[in-house]
């Protein structure tokens, strides 16, 4: 900040005496409450942490040692599970700025598949398994397709292959559901997800390891490699991903095959948790992923969130409905709270996004 | 006279029915500013987008160190070391300035972490951002791993110059860099603009701002109704004289000048 270089106009010299070069400058008002937003700004998992925290708190308070019981809490994560893996794939969708309706079907037709080719036709188990993964990558394709190439808004588009992935599931399983016990004849494999490690009084399913396992690895892609990086940068500011050199038509078929894939994981977990293949299963995950990812403090528009806080979100979502049925509370009214946690969420991220004007 | 770095012949653009470009020349020596301006719809901005690829010319070449190149995208520029600093500076406001700074061309750990794990060098990644910014005399900016939006706009301009500065190897194109800054902002980019041509880096300096190109620029390429109307020296030329040019009030000299 000297004269030295060009040959600066008078009224710029006036400027130059008053001061450094963009100093961040702090109104004297409210700054505890800037501080606390700036906070939470940088370590945006903070608030659903605290959320979860309060509400264990809380209903260890109101219902005591039954909450607490390893059986309980084994109960509250074999519950969460399949929303948390689902929860995941909403996560990568959701970071673009875009959004998945058709989770819940994807996971369903995949689940069918696996089931019917297994038990019905015979296939040999793995290659049916296999059939099954493909498929829900093969949805996830069509999303992606539709999101990135033909330039169609995802909330649209998957509020149409929701219909169309739902109607294909009624046609090929034609309502039928596969009962546990022939499933457990034939391919057990499909139901291993439900088998647990029991300790104590807890029961640990596979199904919820497989869940951790999955974040890690969804983790580890979103954080340590340069695809994780584009994926936010596409949902932040997707012209400007463009201009930095990112393919960003490319990053969105991918992320919505990759959640693709994630559901139709989630289907072998949901066959493990339900023991049978239903066509009707699963129809609340849709919303109820969603839900995980908004309270996870995951932004609706794009660019920031993160895996971590979606798991949150989804226990979340677990701890209070468990607690308050313990408790007694009628099911609307764990409705009621679960309604009130999504727009508190909402406006904590609305709140934070202000931060940076 | 040395050869230019960045030649354009001819070059001609039509949206519809019309004419952004209607055969322009362009010409930028090493180690030069080169100042464009031009009135409002003379075709600076499709002259500039042809220049770093981020469109197609339909007619024209354009050759860079004496070879002829057809740029289909910013990629193929970037790649042969030509870099634009855009208007809306292509940040992403939620990422890091270093994940900023490397965005798109992330460079990942040696052997098999980076090959099949596909893991980030974020140590090193850090390290040479913070030595690229350093350089620039950018270090008013202290956390390199905080988000990009808690920035003035003064220090994301810096970011996205100082991007610019560590890969084009070449030639750095800087679009509007003082728009949208106050008026100190503006005094510490056309600093980091010089730090640049010290190292010897050509530069394209488009701008409204009259004084900030007179300031720092070596030549000044006046663009008028989608050519290049001459080229003026900003120490024997007035800034109203310039004006005069660019609206059309005053005619050229016969043949361009301050080569």
Redesign the interface.
């Known amino acids: 900040m000297t004269e030295t270089t060009g040959k600066p106009q008078d009224f710029e010299q006036a400027a130059q005496a008053s001061g450094d070069f963009a100093v961040f400058e702090e109104e004297d008002g409210n700054r505890f409450l800037r501080r606390i937003q700036h906070f939470l700004h940088t370590y945006p998992t903070v608030v659903p942490f605290i959320v979860l925290l309060t509400g264990v708190i809380f209903f260890a308070a109101l219902v005591g040692s039954k909450f607490f019981a390893p059986f309980n809490l084994s109960l509250i994560l074999q519950q969460v599970t399949i929303i948390g893996i689902v929860g995941i794939a909403q996560t990568l969708v959701v970071l673009t700025a875009g959004i998945d309706l058709s989770v819940g079907a994807m996971m369903v037709l995949s689940s069918v598949v696996m089931g019917r080719l297994a038990v019905i036709s015979g296939v040999p188990v793995p290659v049916a398994f296999f059939l099954g993964l493909a498929t829900g990558f093969a949805c996830g394709l069509i999303n992606g397709t539709l999101v990135a190439y033909f330039k169609l808004p995802p909330f649209i588009v998957t509020l149409g292959t929701w219909s169309i992935f739902g109607a294909l599931n009624l046609y090929y399983s034609g309502s039928e559901t596969i009962r546990q016990q022939e499933i457990a004849a034939v391919a057990p494999f499909l139901q291993f997800m439900g088998t647990a490690i029991k300790f104590g009084g807890a029961r640990l399913t596979y199904g919820s390891i497989l869940m951790v396992m999955l974040a890690v690895l969804i983790w580890y892609m979103l954080n340590r490699t340069a695809f994780g990086r584009h994926i936010y940068a596409t949902g932040d500011d997707p012209d400007s991903a463009r201009l930095a050199g990112i393919d960003t038509d490319r990053t969105l078929l991918a992320v919505y095959a990759i959640a693709g894939v994630i559901c139709s994981i989630a289907a072998w977990a949901l066959i493990g948790r339900i023991g049978a293949v239903s066509a009707t299963a699963g129809g609340t995950a849709n919303l109820d992923s969603i839900t995980a990812v908004v309270i996870g403090g995951t932004s609706l528009f794009g660019g920031r969130g993160s895996i971590v806080g979606t798991l949150m979100g989804a226990l979340i979502v677990g701890v209070f409905r468990n607690g308050l049925a313990l408790a007694g509370v009628q099911v609307l009214w764990q409705e009621f709270t679960v309604g009130a946690l999504i727009i508190v969420a909402v406006a904590i991220d609305q709140w934070l996004r202000r931060v940076s004007q | 006279m040395t050869e230019p770095v960045l030649q354009a012949r001819n070059l001609v653009k039509r949206f519809g029915r019309v004419t952004a470009l209607d055969h322009c020349d362009f010409d930028l020596y090493p180690g030069e500013i080169l100042g464009v301006i031009g009135d409002n719809g003379a075709g600076k901005s499709t002259l500039i987008k042809a220049l770093s690829g981020?469109l197609v010319p339909d007619q024209g070449e354009i050759v860079l160190n004496g070879e002829k190149v057809n740029f289909t995208s910013?990629?193929d520029a970037?790649r042969l070391g030509i870099e634009?600093v855009?208007q809306?500076?292509?940040?992403?406001?939620?990422?890091s300035l270093s994940?900023?700074l490397f965005?798109?061309?992330?460079l990942?750990r040696p052997g098999a972490l980076g090959r099949f794990f596909?893991?980030?060098n974020?140590r090193e990644m850090q390290r040479l951002a913070r030595k690229h910014l350093a350089d620039l005399g950018l270090l008013?900016i202290q956390n390199i791993s905080?988000?990009v939006?808690?920035?003035?706009g003064?220090?994301r301009q810096g970011v996205a110059v100082a991007r610019a500065a560590a890969f084009g190897s070449r030639v750095v194109i800087m679009d509007e860099p003082t728009a949208a800054l106050g008026?100190?902002?503006s005094?510490?980019v056309?600093?980091l603009i010089?730090n640049l041509k010290r190292r010897s880096l050509p530069i394209v300096l488009i701008s409204h701002n009259m004084?900030h190109v007179f300031?720092?620029a070596d030549r000044i390429h006046i663009n008028r109704l989608g050519r290049r109307l001459c080229i003026v020296d900003p120490t024997t030329t007035t800034m109203s004289d310039a004006v005069a040019l660019m609206t059309g009030a005053k005619k050229p000299p016969p043949e361009p000048t301050a080569q």
């Open positions: 981020a910013p990629m970037r634009t855009y809306n500076l292509a940040l992403s406001p939620a990422l994940a900023n965005l798109g061309r992330e990942r596909r893991l980030l974020r008013t905080q988000p939006e808690t920035l003035s003064g220090q008026v100190k902002e005094r510490k056309l600093e010089l004084p300031e720092v």
